[in-house]
């Protein structure tokens, strides 16, 4: 047992780092504070106006979920499911086009992406131009938002899916980017520098040594942004960029209810369904490459 002196000491020492602990925390905390009341005021968010209307909340998700028409207007949709889809055909065919649009933007997004991402590692010998501009670009692609580049081609190529596909295909390369060179720059070193004291060109290099430990994890992000993208793919709509999100913003407009339930109920299983999907096929893959 140590003198009882030390034992004091340790315990003075404890019970002032845990103060000192404390305080640094209160501190934080109160930073924070100040920090979000600033970003509020400068933002003008009026919390009065906000409590004062904060019950329109719950009212609008309401009455999205009662028929306005036919014998059980006023009634629960589920009492007449035939009248709430009734829009059931052409919503499904929109809502085909948004996965059109979503699977030819990831598709197209993801390859750019693997292309960019060599260039952007700093460990595969790039050099620090090339490394410097590709990271450069992909954060101009993923900064700017979809909607901004959707409205950019609308105004460009009119009204339709291709100007859809193209702003989701700029964010797509420039989010998975990212994600592909900070894989590529957490790859095993030994397997590389073997093939490169054996003589091995860059091209065999990368074939061999870095695909291998890398693919996996790329089309787990792949499937990933592919969900992400059916999601952004029903708001390009908003916009005229194609896609169920016409009708979608055209029912909120028109203070359609149960046509806007009905349509994001469509999108909620549709999502649901390419998880379940993406799910197995990722494992399946990881699978067979282990």
């Known amino acids: 047992m140590p003198p009882r002196p030390t034992v004091e000491q340790m315990a003075s020492a404890y019970a002032a780092e845990v103060a000192l602990k404390r305080r640094r925390f209160l501190v934080s905390t109160i930073g924070f504070a100040a920090l979000v009341v600033l970003a509020g005021w400068m933002a003008e968010i009026r919390l009065d106006v906000f409590f004062a209307n904060i019950h329109k909340f719950p009212n609008y998700i309401a009455r999205l979920f009662v028929l306005d028409s036919g014998p059980f207007a006023g009634h629960f949709v589920l009492l007449d499911v035939p009248a709430w889809f009734w829009g059931i055909g052409k919503w499904l065919r929109l809502l ?10 990831t ?3 993801a390859l750019f992406a693997f292309i960019a991402c060599f260039l952007a590692a700093n460990n595969l010998g790039s050099s620090h131009w090339s490394s ?8 101009f ?7 901004v580049f959707a409205l950019i081609f609308v ?8 100007a859809g596909i193209l702003a989701i295909v700029i964010h797509t390369t420039g989010a998975l980017g990212k994600l592909f060179y900070e894989v590529l ?5 030994k397997p590389i520098e073997g093939l490169v004291a054996s003589g091995a060109s860059w091209t065999k290099t990368m074939r061999f040594a870095v695909l291998p430990q890398v693919l996996a994890n790329f089309l787990s992000y792949a499937l990933l942004r592919f969900e992400i993208n059916v999601r952004g793919a029903s708001v390009m709509g908003f916009v005229g960029a194609g896609g169920i999100g016409q009708d979608l913003m055209e029912a909120i407009r028109k203070f359609y209810y149960p046509d806007v339930s009905a349509i994001l109920v469509l999108i909620i299983i549709t999502v649901a369904l390419i998880d379940l999907v993406t799910e197995r096929v990722r494992h399946h893959f990881i699978t067979q490459v282990s």
């Open 185 to 189: 720059e957490n790859v095993d070193q």
């Open 96 to 105: 085909v086009d948004t996965l059109l649009i979503a699977y030819v933007a």
């Open 155 to 162: 105004m460009a190529f009119g009204l339709g899916p291709i």
């Open 141 to 147: 692609c993923r900064t700017v938002p979809e909607l």
């Open 132 to 139: 410097f501009a590709a990271r450069r670009f992909l954060e």
């Open 107 to 109: 598709f197209l997004g």
